[in-house]
């Protein structure tokens, strides 16, 4: 076995461990049983923990992350503001529901106060969400959405998402919702947009016309 594949096998296996109880529950020699390797081998490809919890965030959201801005770019060019937040929706929860251990190593990570929730939140979250928010920034100064704080928008949709997310991993025998997760996503899009799109009647007072005139 080369050397870059039994790396990518002891990732694998630590993010599994780690999923399930947690970083502080998790001992080297778990992670080392688990993989099928001793502890020196583990420390010859990773020097410290941290080198293994960075090499778990760039399996778990590297790539996804790069697929996602690029998809947008392609869609912002064109100011195709329900599909720009149809995509972050749909995405966000392929990316979660898809690997349900992401959802929970994050929750691990926070509730344990771990030294990788702040690299691990930035990887999933801040980075789409400061996306997000230049978007919203951009239209506002277009015309084509109301006068609002992009940062708190950009949370707020994320924050739907995020819940549904939960919903789908941790709470799914609590779900009391029929529809499915194309209709679902196409509902938080239509609410957030209903909320921060201009209107007529915000556009009239915006140039001190009336309705009609």
Request: proline share 1%; glycine share 6%; charged share 30%.
């Amino acid at each position: 076995m080369s050397g870059e594949v039994r790396r990518q096998q002891i990732v694998e296996v630590a993010a599994d461990l780690f999923s399930k109880k947690g970083f502080s529950g998790t001992t080297t020699k778990e992670i080392a049983d688990g993989a099928g390797v001793s502890e020196a081998i583990i420390f010859r490809h990773f020097s410290t923990k941290r080198d293994l919890y960075r090499a778990i965030i760039d399996f778990k959201t590297q790539q996804s992350s790069q697929d996602l801005q690029t998809e947008l770019e392609e869609v912002a060019a064109r100011n195709d503001d329900r599909e720009f937040f149809r995509i972050v929706a749909t995405r966000k929860l392929e990316l979660y529901c898809g690997d349900p251990a992401l959802m929970r190593l994050l929750l691990f990570a926070a509730l344990e106060g771990h030294e990788l929730t702040d690299i691990f939140f930035r990887s999933t979250t801040i980075e789409v969400r400061n996306y997000i928010r230049q978007y919203i920034e951009r239209r506002v100064a277009e015309g084509a959405f109301r006068k609002v704080d992009a940062a708190v928008a950009a949370r707020a949709f994320l924050g739907m998402v995020g819940n549904q997310a939960q919903v789908e991993i941790l709470f799914k025998s609590c779900d009391d919702l029929t529809q499915s997760s194309n209709q679902i996503v196409d509902f938080f899009v239509d609410i957030f947009l209903d909320g921060i799109k201009q209107n007529a009647a915000d556009e009239n007072s915006a140039t001190g016309q009336r309705p009609g005139m």
